[in-house]
């Protein structure tokens, strides 16, 4: 049975693949993490992208056919600071991971970001449009884009955005955190992206790599390259924030309705420029994989479930 390699296992996105069991179909999963610790209390392998060197001993020792690479720094606003690192995280780090899947015939899954990006356009991105990032994340993002691109490893590059779940750090959890204690919430409206779940992340990722599991060499050829795997349709952060409270509320998950103040950004000074339009055309997605991507809402409406069912 091949070897699954599931790198950043206690990521939010890298939990909603072990939570989903559907992953080891595709082979025996080697889930791996920065200290060898994994989420759920168990063990992993460790894998420091950190230290990009380190990296082969570990490929060679699992031996993968499948690297799904979930790990990366995400702090946008601290990696102004730390650029280097980020780096080398997102970017040394692929480029390593890339080399050794191309020298061993492995294919790689990596995931990207709608911050490479500088929203200066009104239409969604086309997977091919000019890339030009404001900020050090998504330069870093970018270093490892064009890095598995070059390495002539065989790769599906899956760029989403505005990623949440009922768990890890994201905007959905950082909200409800907020309107717990707050009776007001300001939030930026005048930058526009599509929410999305792992769960969907999860989902569409398996449906593409069935896709590339029953295709043959010269379709997989083909079928490489980058894809935006977001929800369809599109809203802001005060859009995305308001209905996350709407929701909670109809669910009982909060007792009140905190108000929602529409800003700009301007009004909400970070230390990352953000892009002011995120929204990523997943149409190539949706008509090579034959997957229909749902609108951000539904995405939602299962996470609040999610976290209805657990508050009982
Ligand atoms: N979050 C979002 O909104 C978006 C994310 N993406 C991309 O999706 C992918 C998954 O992101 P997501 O799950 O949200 O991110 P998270 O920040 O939730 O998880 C990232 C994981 O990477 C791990 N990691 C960070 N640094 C290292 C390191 N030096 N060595 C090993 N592991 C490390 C973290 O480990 P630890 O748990 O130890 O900190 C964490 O488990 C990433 O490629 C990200 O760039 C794209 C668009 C939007
Ligand atoms: C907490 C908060 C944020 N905001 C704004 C700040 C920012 O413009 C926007 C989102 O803030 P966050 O810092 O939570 O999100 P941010 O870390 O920018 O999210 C990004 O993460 C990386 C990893 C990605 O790849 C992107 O796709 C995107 O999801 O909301 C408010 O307006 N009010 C608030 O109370």
Do not use: C
């Amino acid at each position: 049975m091949n070897n699954i390699l599931l790198l950043g296992a206690n990521g939010q996105l890298g939990r909603s693949f072990l939570e989903h069991q559907e992953l080891s179909t595709f082979g025996h999963i080697v889930a791996a993490s920065r200290d060898g610790a994994r989420f759920d209390g168990g063990s992993a392998e460790v894998a420091d992208l950190s230290s990009p060197a380190t990296l082969s001993t570990l490929l060679d020792k699992v031996q993968p056919a499948i690297i799904i690479n979930a790990a990366a720094y995400t702090a946008v606003d601290r990696a102004e600071q730390e650029e280097s690192l980020a780096t080398t995280v997102n970017g040394e780090a692929v480029a390593v991971i890339a080399r050794w899947a191309a020298a061993h015939h492995a294919m790689v899954v990596h995931y990207s970001t709608d911050y490479v990006f500088d929203g200066q356009a009104s239409m969604p991105y086309p997977v091919d449009a000019a890339t030009a990032p404001l900020g050090a994340y998504g330069r870093s993002k970018l270093a490892g884009e064009q890095a598995l691109q070059a390495s002539g490893a065989a790769y599906l590059l899956l760029r989403t955005a505005w990623v949440y779940a009922p768990h890890g750090h994201n905007f959905l959890r950082t909200m409800l955190r907020l309107g717990a204690d707050r009776a007001e919430l300001r939030v930026v409206a005048d930058q526009y992206g599509a929410p999305t779940s792992t769960d969907t992340i999860v989902n569409a990722t398996l449906a593409a790599l069935t896709t590339w599991q029953n295709a043959d060499a010269t379709q997989r050829g083909a079928m490489q390259g980058i894809y935006h795997l977001v929800a369809s349709g599109h809203t802001s952060w005060h859009g995305f924030a308001s209905a996350i409270f709407e929701k909670a509320h109809a669910r009982g998950l909060i007792p009140q309705l905190p108000r929602v103040l529409p800003i700009a950004t301007a009004e909400y000074p970070t230390p990352a420029k953000r892009p002011a339009w995120s929204v990523l055309d997943n149409k190539s997605f949706q008509q090579r994989f034959g997957y229909a991507l749902a609108d951000w809402q539904e995405g939602l409406d299962q996470v609040i479930d999610t976290l209805a069912k657990q508050a009982r």
